[in-house]
């Protein structure tokens, strides 16, 4: 994580604690190893989602709300902030989301840089590159002060590829 205006020490120890936090058994000595995933290989296939930032009328959302996947597939997201105003998408787990949007709420300023994260302008585009590695629940999510509270929110849901429809 990148902060401005903060000292390097607290940039630091934050970047630490959050990786030990997220970092998932056998992980150490792999800093971008989640207990949800890893960042993605280029030189692999990947299916790609395209997600569609959005605000209005006192709402915040993702299109789409809602993406299956299953384990051990990579998923090229193709994101597109098609709002106002600047959006990130944030992959974690519904409590590491609360936590690290508790800390945005004390320092707004704060910018990723963090293989799970992307950051948009108002009208831009970018990419991120997940393999999601575990079976569960996950969260994507705009962790923007007030963006969150605003309904700016999604949920991956990551099934053993047996209980899977083909996603080719």
């Known amino acids: 994580m990148i902060f401005r205006g903060y000292t390097l020490a607290l940039a630091g120890a934050l970047t630490?604690?959050?990786?030990?936090?997220?970092?998932?058994?056998?992980?150490q000595g792999h800093p971008h190893d989640y207990a949800f995933g890893r960042e993605?290989?280029?030189?692999?296939?990947?299916?790609?989602?395209?997600?569609?930032?959005?605000?209005?009328?006192?709402?915040?959302q993702f299109e789409p709300a809602l993406v299956e996947?299953?384990?051990?597939?990579q998923i090229r997201f193709v994101l597109s902030n098609a709002g106002a105003l600047e959006h990130e998408f944030v992959i974690g787990t519904v409590e590491e989301n609360r936590k690290h949007g508790q800390m945005m709420m004390k320092f707004p300023e704060m910018e990723?840089?963090?293989?799970?994260?992307?950051?948009?302008?108002?009208?831009?585009?970018?990419?991120?590159?997940?393999?999601?590695?575990?079976?569960?629940?996950?969260?994507?999510?705009?962790?923007?002060?007030?963006?969150?509270?605003a309904g700016m929110r999604g949920t991956i849901v990551v099934r053993d590829a047996a209980n899977t429809g083909d996603h080719s």
């Open 112 to 149: 990723h840089d963090d293989p799970n994260a992307r950051r948009l302008d108002a009208a831009h585009r970018g990419e991120l590159l997940w393999q999601f590695t575990e079976a569960g629940e996950f969260e994507f999510a705009c962790l923007i002060p007030g963006h969150l509270e």
């Open 69 to 73: 996947v299953a384990r051990g597939e």
């Open 40 to 60: 993605g290989d280029p030189s692999k296939p990947a299916r790609v989602v395209e997600v569609t930032m959005l605000e209005g009328q006192g709402t915040m």
């Open 16 to 27: 630490l604690a959050g990786t030990a936090a997220l970092a998932g058994p056998g992980a």
